[in-house]
């Protein structure tokens, strides 16, 4: 049922967070369609009234309001006690929330959005024009060997090689 999706989700996200160059792979998004689609199908509640349509509970409905603030916030300082109070919530009652859908802290989830920003933007910025540390500093990054690491480690690759891609593609 649903625990099956979950863990299949929690196994991408470590693998995403852990060893990012697992995506590189050709084919990689056909094989995780190949397995979660039959997943997902099988899952599909059979009549309308099912108790699968229930409302989500309080604790979904208080991770996706914490994930919609993050990513509105991505260019904003943001401490996870701050993010509790925005939301009326307490910090461990986030902490379970996002360590039970994501397999990860909300803090390491935030660093995760903010890095992949980043990304975006250096693969939209103009090599001669960008300053990567100032770039990452305008998402929290504020120490860049901390930040270069934290890149690599995701992308398989340092933030200057991303935007000489870039350049060579315009």
């Not at 190949?34 to 108790?51: A, Y």
Request: with cysteine; proline share 6%; charged share 25%.
């Amino acid at each position: 049922g649903m625990k099956e999706i979950k863990d299949y989700l929690k196994q991408l996200i470590w693998l995403a967070v852990n060893q990012p160059t697992f995506f590189h792979q050709p084919h990689i998004e056909e094989l995780v369609a190949d397995d979660f689609l039959p997943l997902l199908i099988s899952n599909i509640p059979t009549k309308l009234n099912s108790k699968c349509f229930l409302k989500p509970s309080r604790r979904a409905k208080l991770i996706i309001q914490a994930e919609q603030k993050m990513l509105a916030n991505l260019e904003k300082p943001l401490t996870l006690k701050q993010l509790a109070q925005d939301l009326g919530s307490s910090s461990s009652a986030l902490l379970y929330g996002f360590k039970d859908l994501f397999g990860i802290s909300p803090m390491r989830y935030l660093k995760v959005q903010r890095l992949n920003a980043v990304r975006r933007r250096l693969k939209a910025s103009d090599p001669e024009s960008c300053t990567i540390a100032v770039l990452a500093g305008q998402f929290g990054f504020y120490s860049p060997c901390h930040f270069t690491r934290d890149y690599k480690t995701m992308f398989g690759e340092l933030p200057s090689e991303t935007l000489q891609k870039t350049a060579k593609v315009n």
